[in-house]
Protein backbone atom coordinates (compact mmCIF):
# COMPACT_ATOMS: atom_id res chain seq x y z
CA UNK A 1 0.00 0.00 0.00
CA UNK A 2 1.01 3.63 -0.73
CA UNK A 3 0.32 7.00 0.28
CA UNK A 4 2.65 8.78 -1.77
CA UNK A 5 2.66 9.66 -5.76
CA UNK A 6 5.72 11.09 -7.48
CA UNK A 7 6.32 11.95 -11.01
CA UNK A 8 9.52 13.58 -12.34
CA UNK A 9 10.49 15.11 -16.14
CA UNK A 10 13.91 15.44 -17.66
CA UNK A 11 14.05 17.66 -19.90
CA UNK A 12 16.14 18.13 -23.34
CA UNK A 13 18.12 19.98 -21.39
CA UNK A 14 19.92 19.28 -18.66
CA UNK A 15 17.22 20.49 -16.13
CA UNK A 16 14.44 18.01 -14.18
CA UNK A 17 10.94 19.28 -12.43
CA UNK A 18 9.52 17.37 -9.84
CA UNK A 19 5.62 16.72 -8.70
CA UNK A 20 4.61 14.68 -5.47
CA UNK A 21 0.92 14.29 -4.18
CA UNK A 22 0.47 12.74 -0.87
CA UNK A 23 -3.20 10.67 -0.38
CA UNK A 24 -5.11 10.95 3.19
CA UNK A 25 -5.14 6.59 3.31
CA UNK A 26 -2.80 4.34 1.79
CA UNK A 27 -4.06 2.38 -1.03
CA UNK A 28 -3.41 -0.23 -3.09
CA UNK A 29 -5.70 -0.82 -6.20
CA UNK A 30 -4.04 -0.27 -9.35
CA UNK A 31 -7.31 2.14 -10.92
CA UNK A 32 -6.33 4.63 -8.00
CA UNK A 33 -2.72 4.76 -9.11
CA UNK A 34 -3.60 4.82 -12.96
CA UNK A 35 -6.10 7.74 -12.13
CA UNK A 36 -3.62 9.56 -10.03
CA UNK A 37 -0.93 9.47 -11.98
CA UNK A 38 -2.62 10.49 -15.10
CA UNK A 39 -4.40 13.80 -13.21
CA UNK A 40 -0.83 14.40 -12.03
CA UNK A 41 0.48 14.27 -15.41
CA UNK A 42 -2.05 15.95 -16.98
CA UNK A 43 -1.62 18.82 -14.63
CA UNK A 44 2.09 18.61 -14.93
CA UNK A 45 2.10 18.61 -18.81
CA UNK A 46 -0.50 21.78 -18.66
CA UNK A 47 2.87 23.73 -16.98
CA UNK A 48 5.72 23.25 -19.07
CA UNK A 49 6.14 24.54 -22.67
CA UNK A 50 9.46 22.59 -22.98
CA UNK A 51 10.32 19.11 -24.70
CA UNK A 52 10.93 16.61 -22.01
CA UNK A 53 13.26 13.48 -23.01
CA UNK A 54 11.77 10.81 -20.19
CA UNK A 55 9.17 10.78 -17.24
CA UNK A 56 9.81 9.01 -13.87
CA UNK A 57 6.94 7.67 -12.27
CA UNK A 58 7.34 5.85 -8.39
CA UNK A 59 4.62 5.53 -5.23
CA UNK A 60 6.34 5.96 -1.66
CA UNK A 61 5.65 6.17 1.77
CA UNK A 62 5.12 2.11 1.91
CA UNK A 63 2.82 0.09 4.72
CA UNK A 64 2.36 -3.48 4.55
CA UNK A 65 -1.33 -4.15 4.17
CA UNK A 66 -3.35 -3.84 7.51
CA UNK A 67 -0.93 -1.24 9.22
Known amino acids: ?16 STRNRTLNLPVSDR ?5 ISGEMMRRFLGEITMN ?6 MV ?3 NERGE
Open 1 to 16: MFKLGHHKLIFSNPRT
Open 31 to 35: QVFHD
Open 52 to 57: FRRVGV
Open 60 to 62: GNL
